[in-house]
């Protein structure tokens, strides 16, 4: 088979986006859908595998800034629109995309690579590793109660047709964008994306309506949801299904999800996305009742292990020698000397032994500090050569808030 893998041209998107719906079973966009992402598709930085005149394989990347611990906000290759279509498969076009992909993302200068799996497994043999969950729950909000802090109550709501709160509600993720490892800074164009309610993708929902919390007259929190109504013989059994939210402080986090729990003609509060740490896990008065349920969420891949472990401060000191493996990004293999505390870190190569072993791909897991080196080592993932070490990295690696990542891409 000979194929052509190149940049892709403004003038072949929709052929190129059409080839990635065949790829993932076929089902066309809804035409808002279809229109953001062509607006925001970066082709400069989107590649497609071809078979003559047809796209066989699709593959991009947004130019992210993704918050780290310490808060900084670090350039990301964010891949997305990954496929190959069913006749090509297992062809090693999948591995060529990948190969040019993070070749171009290391000439960029960007030391990170992230995305969002369709299969968890598919991507671990090019070097990510799941370094974000997310939470789901389903929220019995008849029998459950919440327990809100004080000032809940000297917080106001007011619903506001989400096209014009779209401001207010960006300006508060801005400001918790750098609180949290993992979120992403929104650029330009991307405010659309959680305003996206194509009516064919509602299931029978309402369309999409937003809540805004005010303390004199400053927007403190927000929350973007639609109700499902339903009945049954002995009445209402609707449910709200929250899309996002987010909130500057403990009152105005709390009178949101007072707000959500108790909307009528519900009984049930579905969350489809939200941290493993959320607060309103201790707002509730019966956990049991909330159906909790975890996933993987972003897999994250150090394309530069050197400018990556600087770019992130560290939760206690640490020095320890790294013994990287790294098949598929051969310029990352072999040992490194990290020197770390809150305040910063150096990085540099060095012959000195080996302190930890480990893959890039176990690396990328405990980047965000969402899954600990002793965890992945109780797990045969990273192996302990200094006795001590494990312990003082893993502390170092931690982060005060569970990495989240707030919206798919």
């Not at 003559?52 to 593959?59: D, F, K, M, P, R």
């Not at 401001?167 to 979120?183: D, F, H, I, K, Q």
């Not at 309506?209 to 004199?216: N, S, T």
């Not at 930890?356 to 405990?366: F, H, I, K, M």
Request: aromatic fraction near 8%.
């Amino acid at each position: 088979m000979t194929t052509d893998l190149r940049v892709l041209r403004p003038a072949e998107w929709d052929h190129w986006y059409g080839q990635l719906e065949t790829a993932f079973g076929g089902l066309p966009d809804s035409p808002q859908e279809r229109a953001l992402w062509q607006a925001l598709t970066e082709c400069e930085r989107s590649i497609g595998v071809w078979d003559g005149s047809v796209c066989v394989g699709t593959a991009g990347a947004f130019s992210f800034l993704l918050s780290v611990p310490g808060g900084a906000l670090v350039p990301a290759a964010g891949v997305t629109m990954v496929g190959v279509v069913p006749t090509h498969r297992r062809r090693g076009i999948l591995a060529s995309m990948m190969r040019r992909q993070l070749d171009d993302v290391f000439a960029r200068g960007e030391s990170l690579a992230v995305l969002t799996a369709s299969e968890p497994a598919i991507y671990g043999r090019f070097g990510y590793g799941v370094a974000t969950r997310k939470l789901r729950a389903e929220i019995d909000t008849d029998r459950v109660r919440l327990s809100v802090p004080d000032g809940t109550d000297d917080v106001a709501l007011r619903l506001v047709a989400p096209a014009d709160a779209s401001a207010a509600c960006e300006a508060v993720y801005a400001r918790l964008v750098s609180e949290r490892p993992g979120m992403l800074a929104r650029r330009p164009g991307w405010e659309a994306l959680p305003l996206l309610d194509p009516p064919g993708s509602r299931d029978g929902a309402s369309r999409l309506q937003c809540v805004l919390a005010e303390r004199d007259g400053e927007v403190v929190g927000f929350a973007l949801y639609s109700t499902k109504v339903e009945w049954e013989p002995a009445g209402p059994k609707g449910a709200v299904r929250l899309r996002h939210m987010g909130a500057l402080d403990p009152a105005g986090y709390a009178a949101v999800w007072r707000f959500l729990c108790g909307i009528d003609l519900t009984s049930t509060l579905q969350v489809h996305n939200r941290p493993v740490d959320d607060p309103w896990q201790h707002l509730v008065s019966d956990i049991r009742r909330c159906d909790l349920r975890e996933l993987d969420a972003l897999h994250v891949r150090l394309v530069d292990v050197r400018a990556a472990l600087e770019a992130r401060t560290y939760q206690a000191p640490v020095d320890v020698v790294l013994d990287v493996e790294d098949a598929f990004c051969p310029w990352n293999t072999g040992r490194w000397r990290l020197s770390g505390d809150p305040k910063g870190a150096v990085c540099s190569r060095t012959d000195d032994a080996a302190d930890l072993a480990l893959s890039v791909r176990e690396l990328g897991a405990a980047y965000l500090g969402g899954s600990s080196l002793a965890s992945l080592a109780g797990a045969g993932l990273v192996r302990e050569v200094r006795r001590g070490a494990l312990a003082e990295a893993s502390l170092a690696f931690g982060s005060a808030l569970a990495p989240w990542l707030p919206h798919g891409f």
